[in-house]
């Protein structure tokens, strides 16, 4: 085999852990090292810093991602760059990436350039073992489930209605449904089988919606896992593994220390996909970073349609949490590709393209309005962007008033988000605005999703399944109405049709099914032809890993 051997060395222009920590005023004792370049936060920590005041919270958003990249985590990591060079004591929470894209088609989740965070490799991969954790806690449940069903099922539970799934932080088509039980009677009770990619999985949705280990554990019990065969549901509490779960999950409860290249500090913890879930690093993070600096920058999934909008709608709201503004992140090439330019042309001058393609950043910035906080957008600037192209851009959105910054991250680090670093810092020195949320808790469940699928993706109405009906009124009996609406859509498009770029016109949402995240008090809504657990591209990126 021809494999590249991988070599410690290549740290060796990292600072150590430890000393990234003094940054913000923690020292060993404060710390679970994991090797030389990351390292755990002791829960104690919260009690250290609980008198100081909250870091302002700084949402990074996007466009509808394209293959020309838009560059969130780049610009996330650039911005703490760039403040920090202003002398601000700025800190950064990103999500833990999945294996399944890493290895399968988007690559890693560290930035890239200038603006990367590390040890890279270690956080696309092992990391401190926060994924496995996950994966061992969930499969865990499913095992303990089958056992109590072939051990004489006294929660006399239907095993064909049963809701939790196995679990697998790779990408495997061939796991989506499968049958298990096969063979001799001592193999276990045959039923069907439907994985989901861990970060898909509800324990992930707790971890990073639970406010600490009590809420974390409490919620956990709360997961809805089966019914009875006469119709009643059965939760996870009733099986007794509390403490095994726990056990499993103690560490993985606390956030993840890593800086970035120019040696700054960032907050790795959790990571829901924003297509099939919540799309936000922890809320446990959140509040050890919003003590450990004064400006907090996060970033949520995919585009605002996904990500922001749950980060507002659910994760705000659920931790009251109060953003100052937000970033949204486009280039000229995606604007492009949106304006009907094909992917290999993008570094041919097209005026007219980008021009049409810019009614996809003016959606977003218009849905994003919706929930009054202040917008500054950002362009992520190439080298083959044409001056005219930049100077059409720029007309674009003064004539809108749209403030806005162009950004060098990737090229120059830091420096090269210095005008994007002022641009927050004004936005900052401003009254700070209360959030607005598109739907009331209090909704039926048929408007919440309405409310978000006309005003965040500005479609002509909603198509519901016989299915999805018949899952409302489940919702309605478990008393469960009142729970947050997550909702399930590619990310390739406002619509729930992934072919459909820019800003299609006179669509409907399609919804096929909908499920309860009990623990995570949250209700699902697949729409179109969503998928839980992706399957790999024709040409891996595990092939030239």
Request: proline share 3%; aromatic share 8%.
């Amino acid at each position: 085999m021809n494999y590249k051997k991988y070599s410690y060395n290549e740290c060796d222009n990292l600072i150590k852990i430890k000393d990234i920590a003094k940054k913000i005023n923690l020292n060993e004792e404060d710390l679970i090292f994991y090797g030389e370049y990351k390292a755990k936060i002791k829960e104690e920590v919260l009690d250290k810093f609980k008198s100081k005041k909250d870091a302002s919270l700084i949402l990074v958003s996007a466009i509808t991602p394209t293959k020309a990249g838009e560059g969130k985590t780049t610009t996330s990591i650039a911005l703490v760059d760039g403040l920090n060079l202003l002398n601000k004591k700025a800190i950064a929470l990103l999500r833990e990436p999945s294996m399944g894209p890493t290895f399968g088609l988007k690559g890693g989740a560290c930035g890239g350039g200038k603006v990367k965070i590390e040890p890279e490799t270690d956080i696309n991969l092992h990391f401190t073992g926060d994924m496995h954790a996950l994966t061992s806690s969930i499969n865990l449940i499913s095992a303990v489930i089958d056992n109590s069903i072939y051990q004489g099922n006294p929660l006399n539970i239907d095993k064909d209605r049963i809701l939790w799934q196995r679990a697998l932080d790779v990408n495997d088509r061939e796991l989506r449904e499968v049958e298990i039980g096969l063979g001799a009677k001592i193999n276990g009770i045959k039923r069907t089988e439907h994985f989901v990619i861990t970060v898909a999985s509800e324990l992930m949705a707790i971890l990073c919606i639970a406010k600490d280990q009590d809420d974390f554990m409490e919620r956990v019990g709360n997961i809805l896992v089966a019914y009875t065969l006469d119709g009643k549901p059965v939760y996870l509490k009733e099986f007794n593994i509390d403490n095994a779960i726990y056990m499993l999950m103690k560490d993985a409860l606390l956030p993840n220390l890593v800086q970035t290249l120019e040696g700054n500090p960032v907050l790795v913890h959790g990571g829901p996909f924003a297509n099939i879930a919540h799309g936000c690093a922890s809320l446990i993070g959140t509040r050890y970073a919003s003590k450990l600096g004064d400006i907090l920058i996060e970033e949520a999934g995919f585009g605002s349609d996904l990500g922001a909008e749950k980060f507002l709608d659910i994760k705000c709201r659920e931790g009251n949490l109060k953003p100052k503004m937000v970033v949204l992140v486009a280039t000229i090439r995606a604007l492009k590709l949106h304006g009907g330019q094909e992917f290999d042309d993008l570094n041919v001058k097209n005026v007219d393209a980008l021009i049409k393609g810019s009614a996809n950043l003016f959606k977003h910035y218009e849905s994003l309005s919706k929930f009054n906080l202040p917008i500054v957008v950002a362009i992520n600037h190439f080298d083959s962007d044409d001056e005219e192209e930049i100077k059409t851009l720029e007309r674009l959105l003064k004539e809108r008033n749209i403030k806005f910054a162009f950004l060098d991250g990737f090229i120059k680090g830091g420096e090269g988000a210095i005008d994007l670093a002022n641009k927050v810092l004004e936005v900052l020195d401003t009254k700070e605005k209360e959030v607005k949320y598109i739907y009331d808790l209090s909704d039926d469940v048929e408007n919440k999703i309405r409310k978000i699928t006309k005003e965040i993706y500005g479609a002509k109405d909603v198509k519901f399944s016989p299915l999805a009906l018949e899952k409302i009124e489940e919702i309605k009996k478990l008393n469960a109405s009142d729970y947050y609406i997550c909702m399930a859509k590619t990310p390739n498009s406002l619509s729930d049709d992934p072919k459909l770029l820019n800003v299609p016109a006179d669509f409907d949402i399609n919804i096929k099914d909908i499920y309860v995240s009990n623990g995570a008090r949250f209700i699902v809504v697949l729409t179109g032809n969503i998928l839980t657990m992706p399957g790999l591209p024709k040409n891996p990126r595990a092939v030239n890993f």
